[in-house]
């Protein structure tokens, strides 16, 4: 993995985060909260897509990303920033009823 896919799932899981946190308001963490748990679940789920070998194109080694492991960071990146952020909200909400 280069800096470059680092980079695109870092910024593909806070516009996730965000995305899941405006269609599921009752779990949204504010729009802080959505991207910082975005960018940790995008992380996350750009390395498990990687370690299961999805999408793993030339990459940088190769002389440049090519198109399938781009779409295939930004989808790892934006799908794990919205799991994260929806299992975060779920968490934080079950945590509230119980006090």
């Known amino acids: ?8 799932q870092l910024v593909s899981g ?3 985060g965000n995305v899941a ?3 599921l308001k009752k ?3 504010g729009t802080t909260g959505n ?3 975005g960018i940790l679940g995008g992380g ?3 390395q498990l897509l990687n370690m299961l070998g999805v999408g793993v194109g030339g990459g940088a080694a190769a002389g440049g990303l090519d ?3 781009i779409v295939s960071s ?3 990146g934006g799908v794990g920033g919205a799991v994260l952020m929806a299992i975060i909200g779920i968490i934080r909400g079950l945590m509230g009823k119980s006090s």
């Open 1 to 8: 993995m280069d800096i470059v896919s680092l980079i695109i």
């Open 14 to 16: 806070a516009v996730g």
């Open 21 to 23: 946190g405006a269609l």
């Open 27 to 29: 779990l949204s963490l």
């Open 35 to 37: 991207s910082i748990v």
């Open 44 to 46: 996350l789920g750009g």
């Open 67 to 69: 198109i399938g492991s």
């Open 74 to 76: 930004i989808a790892g």
